[in-house]
């Protein structure tokens, strides 16, 4: 199966990825994540990227469509993908599908994570990182049990440098205008399943689960 997992900053696509991607045997593909492993080795990619992503904008096509099409290459032909935080741009939706069209990698369902616009700030500017686990956290929904420490592994949390209100305001723009379209592009597919993402997290798990089983 492979599936898109779409939303607004703050809806969610990190979290339940990590549980989508271990219930369903799927390669977990985050752009948001490549983007920041690049910056992290101050790799050319990642040099071209950090200050599109620092002030908030989205990374350019090209560059986004090259690095998401290449990691697919480089996935065995039978092994599903879950793609979270692509595309964002109805440029990036057409080049990929295009690419994919006909092949065992076309996309099969459209997970769409629905918040409301207020719900978004509170979670963003919350969220704390395990930098080695990887364990998602909010100072506001999920506290650690030791502030700032995570619970699984004992590391100290960071906070991503895009959440800030500043970047998220524009984050939240770019959203409206680039991606919203793409939800309508595969709405027009029939391959989207809305599921209100504002609930407890069994709830909304079990929304997406039956999406995925219908
Ligand atoms: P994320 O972790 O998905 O929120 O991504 C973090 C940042 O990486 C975004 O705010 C963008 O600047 C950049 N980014 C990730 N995926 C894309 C994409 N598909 N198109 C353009 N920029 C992207």
Not at 78 to 102: C, H, I, N, S
Not at 152 to 159: G, P, R
Not at 189 to 205: G, M, P, R, T
Request: glycine share 6%.
């Amino acid at each position: 199966m492979n599936i898109l997992i779409m939303g607004a900053p703050g809806s969610g696509k990190g979290t339940f990825s990590s549980r989508l991607k271990d219930e369903y045997d799927l390669k977990h593909i985050s752009t948001g994540d490549i983007f920041r492993e690049h910056m992290s080795n101050n790799t050319d990619l990642g040099k071209k990227a950090k200050s599109y992503i620092e002030a908030g904008h989205l990374v350019p096509d090209e560059l986004v469509n090259d690095m998401v099409l290449h990691t697919l290459q480089e996935l065995p032909e039978d092994a599903g993908y879950l793609l979270d935080g692509f595309p964002r741009t109805l440029a990036q939706a057409k080049a990929f599908d295009q690419a994919t069209k006909g092949t065992d990698h076309e996309v099969d369902r459209i997970i769409y994570m629905d918040t409301p616009s207020d719900v978004l700030t509170k979670r963003i500017t919350g969220r704390r990182t395990c930098p080695k686990c990887g364990e998602i956290y909010n100072i506001y929904y999920k506290p650690t049990k030791v502030e700032g420490v995570c619970d699984k592994c004992n590391t100290e949390l960071t906070s991503r440098a895009d959440d800030n209100e500043e970047s998220l305001a524009t984050r939240l723009e770019e959203y409206e205008a680039m991606t919203r379209p793409v939800i309508d592009y595969y709405t027009d597919q029939d391959k989207v399943s809305l599921i209100n993402a504002n609930q407890d997290f069994e709830s909304i798990w079990n929304e997406i689960r039956n999406a995925l089983e219908a």
